[in-house]
Each structure stands twice: as C-alpha cells, then as structure tokens.
C-alpha cells in the first residue's frame, strides 16, 4: 500500500487516450501526482522541466517512439537515474531484452490487470526510495 | 545376134571379082568390091568389114600396105592375100601374122576360099558371144558393189573395178596389166598368199578359198581385207572379191580388248568376283575369292553359290538369289561368306545380270566386297563411341557441340531430354535457329559468331534459356569450351549445361515465401499489436472497476465501462478485417449483388463520415443522371468509408475531402480527394500491398491493422473493378475505384434521377 505522503510523481507517455487515461487514473487512485503525455514530445519537456519519478512509456508514439525517448533519458546524466517502465503491445521477447538492457526498470505488455501496474510501479519506486 | 559376115574384096581384076561376088552374095554374104586401095580405105570408113580379100599387087599401092592402112581403122578385119607369088612370104611377115588368115594364090580354088571364109564367120561369131558376154560379165563386174579384180597366173592384175579402184587409190591404167597384187600386200601376209597361190595354181582345192590379210593402198593405209579367191574354169585366171572389214576388225578389237580388260579386272579385283548361272552354279571365281575362301577354282566351279555363303540364315541367301533374279541386279547386300575352314567374312554384294539379245539371263556377275576389317573397325570405333556416349549420356547436364556454321555435332542424352528432340532431330541442325528462343537469338548468335571469329574471349558461364519442342522455354547455366583443330583455329564450341529452371524457380519461390512469411510475420505482430491495444483498454478498467469499486464513483464507473465497450468495438472491427483479408485471399468472399444507386450509397457514407469527422469538409460531387449499378451495397460502402477515413487521417483538420462520381464508357468511376501531404510518387502504387501497409503500420503511427486499403482493393476487384490512386506530394492525393457497368441490365433498370 502506498502512503499518500509519498507524492512521487508518475509521467505517462501514451497515445492511446483510454490506456493513457487509464493508467493515470490507476496512479492517482494509488495517491501519485501524474503527469500525461501524448507524444514524445511533450514527455520529454515535462521530464525536463519537472520533478519526475517514475516515467510510464508506451513504444509506439507517433513522430518520435518510445525508444528515443529511453535513450534521451538514459543518456542524460540528469534524467538517467528517473525509472523507466515500458508499457507496450509488443510481446517479442526480442524487444523486451533491448529495452533493459537499454535501461528500463521494467517491461509491461499490454493488456495487463490494474494491480500488476499498479505493485510493479510501487516496487520500483519503494526499491528507489529505499537506496 | 545373127550377123552375116561383111566382105570387101579389093582387086583390079574385074572378072575376079565379078566371080567372087556371084559366089559370095550366093552364100549371103555382103560383098563390097574395091578396084584399088584408095577406094578400099574409103569405104573402110563408112563401115565395119569383117573380112578382107586383099590381091597383092594392087594399081595404088601393094596389098601389105594397104593391110598395113586398114587395120589402123579396122582393127578387128581378118585378111585373105591373094597372090600370084609365093615368094613374098618375108614381106608378110613384116604384117604381123595375127590377122591374116590365109594366103591364096591364083588362080583361085573357089571351094578353098569358101571354107575360110566360113572359118572366119564361125570365129567372129564365137568372138563376139564371147565379147557380149565379156561386157555382161563386166557389168555385173562393175556395178557388184565389192571391189574385185582378176589376175592371171604370173599375179599380174588384169582387170579391176571400181571399188578396187576406191580400195587402192590408183586408176585403172595405174594398175591393169602393170601391178601385181603382192604389191598390195603387207609385208607379213606376202609369204603366205604366194604359198596359197602356188597351191592354188596346181589344184584349186588345195588351198583355201578364202583369207584374211592387211592391204596396203597408194597412201600406205592399211586396211583389213577378207578375200574370196575362185580360179576362172579353164584358166590359171583368179577372181578375186575383196571385202574391207578394217572398222569390223577394229570392234572386234575393241571387243577383246575390252574383254581383256574385263578378264584381267576379273581376275585381279581385290573384290571378290564370281559368275554365277541362273540356276546358282559357280561359273567362275577370281582370285582374291579363292584366297579368301581357300579354295582352288576346280572345287568351287559347278558348285551351288550356297557353298560359299555362311549356312545360317540360309533363307537369306535365297532370297537375296531371288531378288537377283527378278530384278537382275544387287547393291551393297550384305552378306556373310565362309571360308573353306568355316571362318565367317561379312561382305557387300553386288551383282548384275548379263542377258542375251532376247534378254534371257546367261549369268551374273557377282562382286563382293570385303567389310569384316572395316565392319570390326567400325564395330571398335562405335564400342568407342558407345563408351564416350556412355560417358556423355551418363552425364546429368547437357552436353553440346556446335561447329563453327552452328550446327551441332553432338549432344547427349540428357540434352535430347531437355529439348524433347530424338538425336537426329537435333544433330546437324543450326543450334541458334531451333533452339534458342526468338527473343534472345540475335545476341547469342553475334557472341557466338565473334568467339568464332576469336573476336572475344571465350565466356566461359552464362544462363541463357532454351526452347523445347513443346514450345517452352528452359533456363540453362551454361559453361563453355572453345574446340579447335591441330593449328589452334577455332572450330567449335563444346557447352555443358544445366537445366537451373527448377532451381531458380525454386529460389524464386523460396524469396517469395520469406517474403510473404515475413509478411505474414509482420501481419501476425501487427495483428497481435492492435489487438493488445483495445484489450488492454478492457482489461485494465475491468480490473480497476473490480479493484477500486469502493473509491469509483457511479458516473465514472459508467465511464469506463463505456472505455470498455469501445474498445471491444474496435477489436470487432479489427476480427472483421482480418476474416475480410483472408476471405478474399481464398476467393471466399460472397457479395450480396443488387442494382443500387451509387448517388444514394455515396451521400449515406458522406454523411455519416461527417458525424464522424466533423472537423473536415466532407462533401460529395455527383453530376448528371448515372445508372444503376450491380453491387454489394454494404461492401462498396466499406470501401468508400475506408477511402474517406484515409483521406482524413492524412489530411490536416479544415480541409476538404471530395467524393465524386462519373461514368466512364462502360465503366462507373468513384473517386475520393484529400488536400494531403500527399504520396511519393514511388509510393503511390504500392499503398494497396498488404505489405507495404503492415510495414507501415509497424514503423509509424497511426490506429488499425493498415488492412483498409488492400482489402478496399480486394473488395472492387471482387466487382470487376479497379482501384488507383495519384498524388503528388503536398498537394493531396485522390483515390479512385471504377464498377463495371452492366450496359444491358443497366438499361433494364433505367437510369437515375
């Protein structure tokens, strides 16, 4: 159970409005501040510009995709240490290894239940916290 | 021929002559009285007198000289001299005896007289039967047409004709009387006809009557003669009939020489020659024949030809002696001969028939020619070949040869396979003329002819395509050889070949598979993508509205239900599409036809994708009066939806999309305009591949498998019509389908308003 003191803040990327939509609503229910992108774009001015603690990436975007958004976070000193959960319809085993060994804390594949998000989330924040 | 003798009586005796004439004219004779010697030589030229009395002692001249005078006109005159002396029997002499008959003295013995002058009647009237028949003689002498001559014993030629004038080539003065006829005589034959001669002379049975000898003319020809010799009865006279057979001489030698020649080919062939009778008896036999077999000719002439041919197959000997026999002649039979020890030969028989004048067959001519040596060289050279062939045949790719005219010398097995040609359909043909196709000939023949020409290097592998006797075409890899002779020129080209036209079919068909099981690959992540997309909609509010239904509240409980049901819409659609696709991938798609108005189908999709999309300008453009056309409403109608929703999605918000519709001969053409970014040209024919959509699916954005299109396309192709697109970049694209229009049902169903 997340404390609502907590206030860590979760960016989702997402063009899909109802899934975007979704996953917001899950992490305000849980008691996070959630920022909502729909475009690359977009993500990557609010990750620079606010505090951010955990990004929830969709892959597919339109313009710029996902995968350059991991690598601009990843590759930025700043921004590197911000957990990035991957949270896509791509189930090949093939782009799930690239994504970690790109840098993201965790591969989602869509459909996935509320609470697989929701602990998955929390588990990386609660590891986060405690280093 | 009775003629009295004709009398002149010269006297100057009156009464003497008076007397003669009453004696004379009593006896019938003619008697002319002369008084002197003149008058007697005048009346000697009006007429012939047989028989003169003459007085010596004439008043002119003496009766010597008139005998003398008269016989110069009157050669044949026969003379009685009356005389008173008998002393002047010297100056008689001087006449000549041969015409005075008698001397008489006077006075006359009228008796005497009478008697001689019948003598002398008797004598001129045998003289001129034999005269007449001398000249009838002659005639028959003359005209006979063989040259003849008459000889007397001493060989001197007394009389000829003129075919023996023609014979020798002198007149007949040159010869009568002065030539002899061993003067006409070639040296060789001289002897022998003297000896013929002298027999003949002492008894005209014991030499023969007839011979041949050479005659030798004036010019010095020589001349083949027969001659027929008679002794003229009574006489050591001969009668000689000449017959120049020069020219038959000369064909009887050309006859044996050329049976000589025969004989001596006949003889001396080193074919094997045989004569051999109607019946099949062995006539004669040469001498290689005899070598051959190891006879001698005493065991083989009257034997049956059988005795020289191998016994088995017998039937063949037969019948090959019956052909003979009807047709009388034989051409390179083959045959197989044994030899006296039973050793077996194979020959070629020829024979020919020598036939009579009546064209009976009197023997053949048989000539055999020895082919065991040349049959076993044959026989290695083919084992050699069989094996080469062997080798070749073996071989599983093509193996050809062309000389340097193109024509091939060689090929195997395996290359009559591909071809579909028997050997000798293929052999000596012209390669590039039969069997390369059309299309291709003229290069491949001016390769071929400059490497013939050592213009170029030899190519030593290059595909080329072959035609077979089907008509089709087969893909070869050829490698090549160039042929050449002991100087090095180029003289051909030896090319083995495979048949690569399964491989690279099997390679095309191996691409297309990776392709299209990358594709299916792509579709099949695709699909699995856009599916994840609206069930993670379902499955993450479902979870949540079971999570958290204490802290929802109603309305937004119904909220996300209402996520949930979209999102189970949009998985529909994408299951639709996919049956769609693979309906009309297998040919199963079935459309429900009716003849509708397409002004009525475009306004329906026009205005619903209006409600859709209100930001864009959807209008429709439908001009004139269109006919009805046969169609599956529902199905046109997804086609025009996908057309609009496309031009939406790539056109900006504001922007016009315009749905028109026009005939066009027989076909009704619906088009859908955007004012787009517009497609790349190279582009523009490629959006309707399910590829290239589930490439771009993949790579960019956007919602939905990227089906629309291709199976938009699928759909109007299913109704007999097309579906294109143009555009050019930045200023739009429009996409256009065509329906076939039906004119006669159309008509039926009239036109709309």
């Known amino acids: ?131 | 021929m009775e003629h009295k003798l004709n009398i002149l009586t010269v006297d100057d005796d009156a009464g003497l002559t008076s007397n003669l004439q009453d004696l004379f004219e009593a006896e019938g004779y003619d008697n002319t009285i002369a008084p002197d010697g003149q008058t007697a030589l005048t009346l000697c030229l009006g007429k012939d007198f047989d028989l003169s009395l003459i007085d010596f002692k004439l008043p002119d001249m003496t009766g010597v000289e008139l005998i003398k005078k008269l016989t110069k006109l009157s050669p044949e005159m026969v003379y009685v001299i009356v005389t008173g002396y008998a002393s002047l029997e010297s100056a008689i002499e001087a006449v000549g005896k041969e015409n005075i008959v008698s001397y008489e003295t006077k006075p006359l013995n009228m008796g005497r007289l009478l008697a001689l002058v019948k003598e002398v009647e008797t004598r001129k009237r045998a003289e001129e039967a034999l005269r007449e028949s001398e000249a009838r003689y002659r005639t028959i002498f003359e005209t006979t047409g063989t040259a003849m001559l008459i000889s007397e014993e001493d060989t001197t030629i007394s009389i000829i004709n003129t075919e023996f004038k023609k014979l020798c080539g002198y007149s007949k003065e040159e010869v009568e009387g002065k030539k002899s006829w061993i003067e006409f005589i070639v040296k060789a034959d001289v002897e022998r006809l003297k000896e013929s001669h002298h027999l003949r002379i002492i008894d005209p049975n014991a030499a023969p009557p007839y011979y041949e000898f050479q005659f030798i003319d004036k010019h010095g020809n020589v001349k083949d003669i027969f001659i027929t010799l008679a002794l003229i009865p009574g006489t050591k006279k001969l009668w000689d009939r000449l017959l120049d057979i020069t020219e038959r001489k000369r064909a009887e030698k050309a006859l044996r020489e050329s049976e000589r020649r025969f004989r001596q080919f006949f003889e001396n062939a080193p074919e094997y020659c045989y004569m051999v009778s109607p019946e099949g008896i062995i006539l004669n036999i040469n001498n290689a024949a005899l070598k051959v077999l190891g006879y001698n000719k005493g065991e083989l002439i009257g034997k049956p030809v059988q005795t020289i041919y191998a016994p088995e197959p017998l039937s063949k000997v037969k019948q090959v002696f019956e052909k003979w026999r009807k047709t009388g002649k034989l051409r390179d039979e083959g045959m197989d001969i044994i030899t006296k020890k039973g050793d077996k030969r194979q020959v070629l028989l020829s024979a020919t028939a020598v036939k009579d004048k009546e064209g009976r067959i009197l023997h053949s001519i048989s000539i055999q020619t020895d082919i065991t040596e040349r049959k076993q060289a044959e026989e290695a050279l083919r084992g050699e070949r069989d094996r080469a062939q062997k080798y070749l045949d073996v071989a599983g790719v093509t193996l050809v040869a062309l000389d340097a005219k193109q024509k091939v010398s060689l090929i195997n097995k395996r290359g009559c396979e591909i071809l579909g040609h028997p050997e000798e359909e293929i052999i000596g043909k012209n390669w590039f003329d039969n069997f390369v196709p059309d299309r291709v000939r003229s290069e491949v023949v001016a390769v071929f002819n400059k490497l013939m020409a050592g213009e170029i290097e030899l190519v030593e592998y290059y595909e080329n395509s072959v035609l077979t006797k089907t008509g089709g075409e087969l893909l070869i890899a050829w490698h090549n050889t160039v042929l050449t002779d002991e100087r090095g020129n180029t003289i051909g080209i030896l090319s083995s070949g495979e048949d690569i036209t399964e491989r690279r079919l099997l390679w095309k068909r191996m691409i297309e598979y990776e392709e299209l099981s990358k594709l299916k690959s792509d579709i099949l992540s695709t699909v699995s993508h856009e599916l994840r997309t609206p069930l993670a909609i379902i499955k993450g509010y479902s979870t949540m509205l079971v999570d958290y239904t204490q802290k929802l509240s109603s309305k937004e409980k119904t909220e996300h239900l209402r996520s949930i049901d979209n999102a189970t819409d949009r998985l529909t659609e994408l299951v639709d599409h996919l049956l769609d696709m693979s309906r009309l991938d297998a040919g199963l798609l079935k459309l429900d036809m009716a003849f509708t108005s397409i002004s009525k189908v475009i306004k329906g999709a026009v205005a619903e994708a209006s409600l859709r999309t209100p930001k864009h300008n959807i209008a429709s453009h439908v001009g004139g009066r269109l006919p009805r056309v046969n169609i599956d409403t529902k199905r046109i109608r997804q086609v025009l939806d996908n057309l609009i929703d496309n031009a939406c999605k790539y056109s900006k918000e504001g922007t016009e999309v315009v749905v028109s519709a026009q005939r066009e001969g027989k076909e009704l053409v619906v088009s859908v305009a955007d004012q787009g970014t517009g497609i790349h040209a190279k582009e523009v024919n490629r959006v309707f591949d399910r590829l290239h959509s589930a490439e771009k699916r993949l790579t960019s954005q956007g919602e939905g498998l990227g089906l629309g299109l291709a199976i938009s396309k699928g759909l109007v192709e299913a109704h007999g019509g097309r579906i294109w697109a143009e555009s050019e970049l930045g200023k739009g694209s429009t996409f256009y389908f065509s329906l076939p229009l039906d004119t006669k049902r159309g008509h039926n169903h009239g036109e709309e308003e």
């Open chain 1, 1 to 131: 159970m997340a404390k609502r003191n907590n206030r860590e803040t979760i960016l989702v990327i997402e063009d899909d409005p109802d899934i975007c939509g979704f996953a917001a609503r899950l992490f305000q229910l849980e008691g996070y501040r959630v920022l909502q992108a729909e475009d690359s774009e977009t993500g990557l001015r609010l990750v620079r510009k606010k505090r951010v603690d955990l990004v929830l990436l969709d892959l597919r975007l339109p313009k710029i995709d996902g995968w350059t958004v991991l690598k601009e976070l990843k590759s930025n000193p700043e921004l590197s240490s911000i957990p990035v959960v991957v949270f896509t319809a791509s189930a090949a085993a093939s782009q799930r290894n690239r994504a970690l060994a790109e840098g993201a804390a965790a591969y989602l594949v869509k459909p996935l239940s509320a609470a697989k998000l929701r602990k998955t989330v929390a588990h990386i924040l609660h590891h986060k916290g405690r280093q």
